[in-house]
């Protein structure tokens, strides 16, 4: 048997001004190897690790996507491996003294003609799924619904062929918290507003224990959600309270949760897809076990795939506030106005105490896997998830756990923090009907609650775990497809896994994480 010829050794350079490149090669390059340019390796490099391109004395900025990742901590010859434990990461940028909504990029055509097939909503906005959610006030009542999910689904569910899933809303907040402390209101926010999801078609229902702090009416109030049939609006959402009196055993609470839950599915199951424009897509992006091939493949790709998307007329919000707090010029120069500006600094800023109250920083963000896949520090890891946010103006900022509304189209900020888990929370809060993921060390995450589409930034990830990934970014290092060609690809598999045409491996496997709320109040 022969063996595949073996690569010729790579190396990518983001910008002509850099000083370090990035190994490209799986498996990484030995000591000794040349590069095209005739530069020979002085130590063994890993894929996605960078090397010294020039001689660096100490205090010498080291420099990717032109701007800088660090400075030398001392001498660094041409051909070094150049790693975390040789840099000083550079101070965050200030937040006074910003340019403000300086960039002013003409207009990007319109994109017109591109539909998905979703289910219409009566409030207007645009499900891809139709699922129905079951709301719980408190952890307390989570056990009790799973079980009463199950039944539904065994015993319910067949009979309601157009509902695609039920899901209960588990949580892990409701009671032993300050619920009157000011930033309580960023968690209850949070769950009002995914209960309010587009994929849950305004069927809301609500499974609350009696004693907790988080109250049905204080979740939902009368008339913070649209009322799908005859009921009185005054009366709040429809709530199975297990602390009931009527309620005598557990099998009690279970029948009344799943009687409770057969008028919505019927409601439900009388909807019907129809053909909408591409401008009711509402994405997230995000990205996680992210590696020095996030901002290389599968990032640019994204922002390729989010500027098509801003030219359908459709929302996309990108996040992850230590992840693009390096990259601050960037947000507020692109800001679409001076007030929009303020907000990202706003935002940031608050995040800034935030993390001042916890006796950290931004560099806490990094973890062992994104250093081992060659990300030095958070200031480079930024560089690389900015991108995926595109070249549009930004138009307007959300707060933690804010609901999007109906006029707020194209690129939106969505401060959350950068955990997979509670950013993928405060979108789904925000309206989001579709989930782009990005990773380059590879995490089997999903949502229960919307599509994921995961993209793969290295080949060899997408071979080993060839029924996780839906899209393989990779193939733009290895010259196979352009930046372009993969962002044309991934926004129309957007078209197809919104339309239900295609399934996300994630929901293949019925593959999801749990939400996971952010709360900066005190837990009592």
């Known amino acids: 048997m022969s063996s595949a010829p073996a690569r010729p050794p790579l190396t990518i350079r983001m910008h002509e001004a850099d000083n370090v490149a990035i190994v490209a090669n799986d498996g990484g390059l030995p000591a000794g190897t040349a590069l095209p340019g005739g530069l020979v390796l002085r130590d063994k490099v ?40 040789l840099m000083d990461m550079p101070a965050a940028r200030e937040l006074q003294g910003l340019p403000m909504a300086t960039v002013r990029r003409p207009a990007l055509p319109p994109l017109e003609g591109h539909t998905f097939e979703g289910y219409r909503n009566a409030d207007g906005s645009v499900g891809t799924r139709n699922i129905l959610a079951i709301t719980t006030t408190v952890q307390c009542v989570a056990g009790v619904v799973a079980q009463a999910v199950q039944r539904i689904k065994t015993e319910l569910l067949p009979q309601y062929p157009n509902v695609d899933d039920v899901i209960g809303l588990e949580h892990s907040y409701g009671c032993g918290v300050a619920i009157d402390a000011p930033d309580a209101v960023i968690p209850i926010r949070t769950l009002r507003n995914i209960s309010l999801n587009p994929n849950f078609g305004g069927e809301v229902m609500v499974v609350s224990l009696g004693c907790e702090k988080l109250q049905p009416d204080r979740l939902l109030p009368p008339g913070s959600f649209p009322i799908m049939d005859e009921r009185d609006a005054s009366l709040g959402p429809e709530t199975v309270c297990l602390q009931a009196d009527h309620h005598v055993g557990f099998m009690s609470m279970l029948d009344d949760i799943v009687a409770s839950a057969r008028p919505h599915l019927e409601r439900l199951n009388a909807r019907r897809r129809e053909t909408v424009p591409a401008s009711e897509l509402v994405v997230g992006v995000q990205c996680g076990g992210s590696d020095a091939f996030s901002g290389v ?18 929302t996309i919000m990108f996040s992850e506030n230590t992840e693009v707090r390096d990259a601050v010029e960037q947000l507020t120069s692109r800001a679409a106005t001076p007030e929009v500006a303020e907000a990202i600094v706003r935002e940031l800023g608050w995040y800034d105490r935030y993390l001042e109250r916890g006796r950290v920083d931004r560099s806490a963000n990094t973890t062992p896997g994104n250093k081992a896949g060659g990300l030095s520090n958070i200031a480079e890891k930024a560089m690389g998830s900015i991108i995926k946010s595109g070249t549009s103006a930004i138009g307007s900022v959300l707060a933690p756990g804010d609901k999007l509304a109906r006029d707020q189209r194209g690129l939106v900020y969505a401060a959350t923090p950068a955990s997979d888990f509670i950013c993928g929370t405060l979108q789904l809060a925000a309206g989001m009907n579709l989930h782009i993921f990005t990773t380059g060390r590879g995490t089997p995450y999903g949502l229960a609650e919307c599509p994921v589409i995961k993209v793969a930034t290295r080949t060899d990830l997408a071979r080993r775990w060839h029924d996780l990934m839906d899209v393989n970014a990779g193939r733009i290092a290895d010259g196979e497809v352009t930046i372009e060609e993969a962002g044309w690809e991934l926004f129309r598999l957007m078209l197809d896994v919104a339309s239900g045409r295609r399934k996300t491996w994630a929901e293949h496997w019925k593959l999801h994480n749990a939400l996971v709320l952010f709360n900066p109040a005190p837990v009592t």
């Open 46 to 85: 890993p894929q996605g690790h960078k090397v010294a391109l020039v001689d660096l004395a100490a205090g010498d900025v080291v420099r990717r996507y032109n701007v800088s990742i660090g400075r030398a901590k001392a001498a660094i010859a041409a051909g070094s491996w150049v790693h975390e434990r």
């Open 297 to 314: 493949t599968a990032n640019p790709a994204v922002g390729f795939a989010a500027d098509l998307l801003v030219r359908a007329g459709a």
